[in-house]
């Protein structure tokens, strides 16, 4: 083999190492998660992460932002879907239900504020202060479905979307854990 061709076979080993390796973070991140943290499922936070753009590059800081990112897209998807299924239906919505989605878009509102404030915490690891911020967010989604759940015979239309900001919130708060006795 010329000098070249055992370089580029070199590179590419080290691609294909990295490319491995970052799988197993994605993995082992999530599982260690999943074992610390009964709100955090295996399957639905390597789905997540390894769906993320970018995710396979990532440390394990990155992909702490990356499951605040992702938290942030769906409560900003979420908060349209409520104003969507608000206007769509004005007529239609019972009454009991309507009010339940307007305490859920008042919610989901003031959880954009403060997903981007855990953003700006976590980036200048301000750990404590994205701790807080982010459990606020959970306490939303959960805030939400469990005005459903005050009558009988009501449904939630948001319990899939709740669930999923909480999950993901449970993530970044796990990873964050992992991150912090990681360093002391
Ligand atoms: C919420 O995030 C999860 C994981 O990234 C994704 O699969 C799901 O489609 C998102 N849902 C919404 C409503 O954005
Ligand atoms: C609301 O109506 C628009 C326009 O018809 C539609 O595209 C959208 O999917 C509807 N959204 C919901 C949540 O019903």
Same mark, same amino acid.
């Given at each position: 083999? #010329?000098? *070249? ?8 080993? $080290? ?13 082992? !991140? $999530?599982?260690?998660?999943? *074992? @610390? ?8 936070? +390597?789905?997540?992460? *390894? ?15 990356? #499951?605040?990112?992702? +938290? ?15 206007? %769509?239906? !004005? %007529? ?11 305490? $859920? ?11 981007? @404030?855990?953003?700006?915490?976590? %980036? ?40 999923? +900001? ?7 708060? #796990?990873?964050?854990?992992?991150? *912090?006795?990681?360093? +002391?």
């Amino acid at each position: 083999m #010329s000098s *070249q061709s055992l370089s580029l076979t070199f590179l590419l080993f $080290c691609l294909f190492q990295v490319s491995i390796n970052t799988q197993d973070l994605i993995y082992n !991140t $999530c599982k260690t998660s999943s *074992q @610390q943290d009964p709100n955090v499922k295996l399957q639905f936070c +390597t789905t997540s992460l *390894q769906a993320a753009a970018a995710s396979h590059c990532a440390d394990l800081k990155g992909l702490g932002m990356m #499951s605040i990112r992702l +938290t942030r897209y769906n409560i900003t998807d979420t908060r349209c879907y409520i104003k969507q299924l608000l206007k %769509n239906n !004005t %007529n239609k919505l019972d009454p009991y239900v309507k009010s339940c989605l307007n305490d $859920c878009f008042e919610l989901y509102s003031d959880a954009i504020p403060g997903i981007k @404030q855990a953003m700006e915490s976590y %980036n200048s690891k301000r750990f404590f202060d994205a701790n807080v911020q982010i459990s606020s967010v959970m306490e939303a989604a959960t805030t939400c479905e469990d005005g459903f759940k005050e009558k009988k015979g009501v449904v939630s239309p948001l319990t899939k979307r709740n669930d999923a +900001t909480f999950e993901l919130s449970a993530i970044a708060l #796990s990873i964050m854990n992992i991150l *912090q006795s990681s360093s +002391t």
